[in-house]
């Protein structure tokens, strides 16, 4: 018997547990802390707000999600990490700012980091061989996001169009907000419950496996695993 699932593998930046960035994830994710905190928002609301953010984890993206190449297990994949990230040295992020990218919040670095840059891109790299390419329905849904030709580029050879010199790491809080007025209700809230982590440079220290079982169930983490010389 096949499975009709379809279970998807990506390498994220997320907060080391217990850190302040770790604990405004955790907060603004549960529903019922945040509304605490931000007054006119519902709990119900916040939640359909970030419905998709939430179920794709409280992360920063270095290798967007892909399907497993059939060739290779996730004990490959899980092996290659682990060897790839002995190779790495820690990353500072610079501090961080809410900003509006398209229509949805998110947290970013307040100026370019080469480093950091540099870290994706390998990572995009590296795990190159365990990506399925992308089926030619999965290609036109892409491009009904009005690419640069730069980006229909990218998207054809790496499988994602906001990769390499397309890349610009962000966090995101919220799912996409069309209405002007409720997205600068919700930046005025985040303002002020993001307070502890923003203007404040983070380390990168290590890498995450991410996986989910089907696009509609969350991304979960699914190893952890240090730089080499990370200390």
């Known amino acids: 018997m096949t499975s009709d699932r379809n279970p998807r593998y990506a390498i994220y930046y997320a907060p080391e547990p217990g850190s302040p960035l770790d604990a405004f994830g955790r907060s603004w994710f549960g529903?019922?802390?945040a509304a605490k905190a931000t007054g006119k928002?519902?709990?119900a609301r916040i939640a359909e707000l970030s419905e998709s953010s939430r179920r794709y984890g409280f992360h920063g993206t270095l290798k967007p999600p892909f399907a497993l190449n059939p060739a290779n297990g996730l004990e490959s994949l899980?092996?290659?990490a682990r060897v790839f990230a002995r190779t790495l040295s820690p990353v500072e992020i610079p501090p961080l700012e809410l900003a509006i990218i398209g229509k949805f919040i998110a947290l970013t670095p307040t100026t370019q980091s080469a480093a950091l840059e540099k870290l994706a891109a390998a990572c995009v790299r590296a795990f190159e061989a365990f990506r399925v390419p992308?089926?030619?329905d999965q290609m036109v849904s892409y491009k009904l996001n009005r690419l640069t030709v730069h980006q229909e580029q990218m998207l054809e050879h790496w499988g994602y169009p906001y990769v390499m010199e397309e890349f610009r790491f962000h966090i995101s809080v919220t799912d996409r907000i069309d209405n002007d007025a409720e997205r600068?209700?919700?930046?005025k809230a985040l303002d002020k419950f993001a307070a502890p982590v923003l203007g404040k440079a983070i380390m990168v220290r290590d890498i995450v496996v991410f996986g989910q079982q089907?696009?509609?169930e969350p991304m979960i983490t699914i190893e952890r695993i240090?730089?080499?010389r990370s200390k």
């Open 31 to 33: 529903p019922e802390t």
């Open 41 to 43: 928002l519902t709990a």
């Open 78 to 80: 899980l092996q290659a």
């Open 134 to 136: 992308l089926t030619d």
């Open 184 to 187: 600068k209700e919700v930046m």
């Open 214 to 216: 089907d696009i509609d």
């Open 226 to 228: 240090p730089f080499g």
